[in-house]
């Protein structure tokens, strides 16, 4: 149980971040750090003690692998988010570099002002 | 960049294209996959282009290029779903069923199994490899600059 | 090892708090990679070598698309906290945030006990039985991913290529337009 409180410290560190920071970049890693704390948590509600990682050995019966394999499900969709991570992090940085075109500034407390 | 940086980048880049297409491969026997075999395949490519500089890297494999790889990979993958769907149209198909497996299937722990799991494979590392050179080179193209006074946003395509 | 992943966890949330409060925006995208490194090792721990074989290599373009990018031209870097209501707004919500998430946390399952050995017809059983006979590969997750959710990897192509194709259309070529204005 103290795993599940140290992940959701992990992401309130994110959300603070998101919060309190001015700088355009250090909002772009908070939400990186986040997504990661996310994924972490998907993956511990998964685990199952004392078994193995769902691929199959060779001669292995099909009982002893049902029955010492962690679930395989929430792997899967979080290869998926984190791919799609990465897909909206590389779009994050085209806004801020155009952000910065325009304005000059990667401030978002500037940028509120300067409208034009 | 110095000579070591370059030599070696030399070296090791045809070992990453290697473990790259490995990985990709042998998705349904090991660990790996579509998403992590494209992804190391495309850093081969960055590596090149922060070695040698970007003109050398758009020789080997230009940008529009990885464009139409990008997209060529994702009508794959969709015309692989539909396929089956034609092709076993009385048999009970559904989107996406494994029609290679239904009629040829192989034998486990083997390279040529698991129907259209290792095609699916190859048609997804195509398409991330596409996508995240073409992420990585739009950012090494752009600039922003300040031109008497104003600021100027250029996108340069030719050399350096 | 349920010691050594609380440590690992912990370091990380020694480095997200030292990159969100340092100066140097260097430093901070260097504990972003540390924070990226101790989640590969945990993921390792918890016996997934799928997802962290995935995350690191994801971790180091993430890691080269923000130097490259951005950090090269920032002449003069801002850093420092918004104004004094942001920031105790920030840390009032972060604080509800935990008590509601202890409320909640109360009532989830051990770790180390998932939720689908309570259910005798969950889709995890089904995968797990089915998927040498059904698909032959002996990678769980490869079948699940792309034989008995592609759907799903479609969903995730499709997220990427307009990703990129955003990007594409955010970054033309303006000069002309610029000079004649």
């Not at chain 1, 992990?10 to 996310?38: D, H, R, T």
């Not at chain 2, 259209?116 to 090494?140: E, W």
């Not at chain 3, 995730?156 to 594409?168: C, H, P």
Request: aromatic share 12%.
């Amino acid at each position: 149980m103290i795993i599940y409180f140290l992940v959701l410290i992990l992401f309130s560190v994110g959300v603070y971040g998101l919060l309190s920071q001015k700088n355009l970049l250090k909002l772009i890693i908070s939400l990186s750090i986040m997504e990661s704390a996310v994924n972490l948590f998907l993956i511990c509600a998964g685990y199952r003690q004392e078994a193995e990682a769902p691929i199959m050995s060779l001669g292995q019966s099909l009982e002893v692998f049902v029955g010492h394999s962690v679930d395989p499900f929430p792997q899967a969709m979080v290869i998926t988010a984190i791919v799609i991570g990465l897909g909206v992090l590389a779009l994050l940085i085209t806004i801020a570099l155009r952000l910065y075109h325009r304005y000059g500034t990667f401030d978002i407390t500037e940028i509120r002002r300067l409208k034009g | 960049m110095s000579l070591i940086v370059k030599t070696i980048a030399r070296w090791v880049v045809g070992f990453i294209f290697l473990y790259g297409i490995y990985t990709m491969v042998y998705g349904h026997l090991t660990p790996g996959g579509g998403f992590a075999g494209g992804v190391i395949l495309a850093c081969a490519y960055i590596l090149i282009m922060l070695a040698y500089g970007r003109g050398f890297a758009f020789r080997n494999l230009d940008w529009r290029i990885a464009r139409a790889l990008d997209s060529v990979g994702g009508i794959l993958f969709l015309t692989l779903g539909v396929l089956g769907m034609i092709l076993l149209m009385d048999d009970g198909a559904f989107f996406f069923v494994n029609f290679i497996q239904r009629s040829l299937p192989g034998e486990p722990f083997h390279l040529f199994n698991a129907g259209t799991i290792p095609i699916g494979n190859l048609v997804i590392g195509i398409k991330v490899m596409g996508a995240v050179f073409v992420g990585f080179a739009l950012l090494s193209m752009v600039r922003v600059y300040e031109f008497r006074g104003e600021r100027v946003f250029e996108s340069r395509e030719e050399e350096e | 090892m349920f010691e050594l992943l609380a440590l690992i966890i912990i370091f990380m949330i020694l480095a997200g708090i030292l990159t969100i409060e340092t100066e140097d925006l260097v430093s901070a995208v260097v504990s972003m990679g540390a924070v990226g490194f101790g989640l590969s090792v945990c993921f390792i721990l918890l016996r997934a070598p799928d997802v962290a074989l995935t995350n690191i290599v994801v971790e180091v373009v993430v890691l080269i698309l923000l130097l490259r990018g951005t950090i090269r031209l920032g002449e003069k870097t801002v850093s420092g906290h918004r104004d004094l209501a942001g920031l105790v707004s920030g840390i009032i919500l972060v604080i509800l945030f935990l008590i509601f998430g202890i409320y909640a946390g109360v009532e989830f399952p051990r770790f180390g006990e998932p939720g689908f050995l309570r259910f005798e017809d969950s889709a995890s059983w089904y995968y797990l039985r089915e998927a040498l006979s059904r698909t032959g590969a002996v990678n769980a997750v490869s079948a699940v991913l792309l034989d008995f959710r592609a759907y799903d990897t479609l969903g995730e192509i499709i997220v990427l290529f307009t990703a990129v194709l955003g990007s594409i259309a955010l970054l033309r070529k303006k000069l002309k337009r610029d000079k004649e204005q």
